[in-house]
């Protein structure tokens, strides 16, 4: 794919390793896995489904918001920083929300001390968009799931700003720049539970409050055509822009006789109509298949958050939640992919 064209701002330095010798599969694992243990904070029960950027700030490169669930099993967002992408240095304390309406805020994690009730926030997205770092997770509003939005430019101050959806929704997912002028996020409307099912909705708003212009994207898969995602499907990272179309990296799910399995592949979204999909794998990328996958508080889980990526070399980085309790990171080639997701393309 001598022309292929990726954007995004130059990485050399992100983090890489090359693909093992004699390795035939289109993604491979940090051997550094799992890169965030689950006990890294004082309270930290897990550590995991996080989502890193870019960043600069004093000695660190990378900065991130990742969910650490603590010894009460409760779901909360804690920023992070680090040098090299893969040892982080995550803040014992939750990230601080500041400015949202009274009537979201009473209900929020990030609240303060003065507010009693106490919700959850889990499973973040981070994305730089115009001069913005913004941060979507689900967020717990009166005890149901709904994406929660803040921003921040220094990582340090957030501020919360409506929830995006009616309950019930997950994976937010916003898009790195606007589409025909509008706001642009991926998202999963879904239920209570540990939902069954699972469909991919396009969204748009003129202002990050108001948000329409609903639309299907994706379904899971006919059972025949790939039983990794015939019974769900959600968004993962940031999609990125490339000439082929914005790359998405999502996870499926099918349902086995021990419940639940999380793997990962990817499609392509048109460019000016990213509700149109252009082609999405029929085999994975990226499947259980390691211990810290396997084995922990939800097992057989590979959940991917973000990426890092370098449009010059084509390098990927996809850091993904393992067994709803560790970090772990893969690596490939961005127009690798794309020939794969064309090549087992089901639609």
């Known amino acids: 794919m001598n ?62 918001v990742f969910r650490c669930d603590d010894t009460n099993i409760r779901m909360r967002l804690h920023v992070g920083f680090s040098v090299d992408g893969l040892k982080w240095d995550i803040a014992e304390e939750d990230i601080p929300l500041q400015g949202a309406d009274p009537a979201v805020a009473e209900w929020n994690f990030g609240a303060g001390p003065e507010v009693s009730k106490w919700d959850y926030g889990y499973d ?40 995006a959806f009616l309950p019930y929704n997950r994976n937010g997912v916003l898009f790195p720049r606007k589409i025909g002028e509008r706001y642009a996020m991926l998202s999963r409307p879904s239920d209570r539970g540990h939902t069954p099912f699972g469909d991919i909705y396009y969204s748009e708003s003129p202002d990050m409050e108001f948000w329409g212009r609903h639309r299907l994207v994706m379904k899971p898969a006919p059972f025949e055509k790939s039983a990794w995602q015939c019974t769900k499907v959600g968004a993962g990272p940031v999609p990125i822009e490339t000439s082929e179309g914005w790359l998405l990296i999502y996870h499926g799910v099918h349902q086995t006789c021990n419940g639940f399995n999380y793997s990962f592949g990817a499609a392509l979204l048109d460019l000016d109509e990213p509700w149109k999909v252009i ?46 309790t560790v970090v772990g990171v893969a690596f490939g080639y961005i127009p690798e992919i794309i020939e794969f997701t064309k090549k087992t393309n089901i639609l």
Request: hydrophobic share 35%; glycine share 8%.
């Open 3 to 64: 022309n292929l064209k990726i954007m995004g701002e130059p990485l050399p330095d992100m983090p890489w390793e090359e693909r093992p010798s004699g390795y035939k599969h289109i993604m491979w694992r940090c051997t550094a896995n799992p890169i965030i243990e689950r006990d890294q904070l004082s309270t930290s029960n897990s550590i995991f489904n996080s989502a890193v950027v870019p960043f600069k700030k004093g000695k660190y490169n990378y900065a991130g």
């Open 124 to 163: 973040p997205r981070v994305v730089k968009l115009e001069d913005r770092y913004y941060i979507t997770w689900c967020n717990g509003y009166h005890g149901e799931p709904t994406i929660g939005i803040a921003w921040t430019t220094d990582f340090e101050t957030f501020h919360q700003l409506e929830n």
């Open 279 to 324: 082609a999405r794998t029929g085999a994975y990328l990226l499947a259980p298949r390691e211990i810290y996958e396997c084995m922990g508080d939800v097992p057989n889980v590979t959940f991917p958050c973000a990426t890092l990526h370098d449009p010059a070399t084509g390098r990927l980085a996809v850091y993904y939640g393992c067994a709803d």
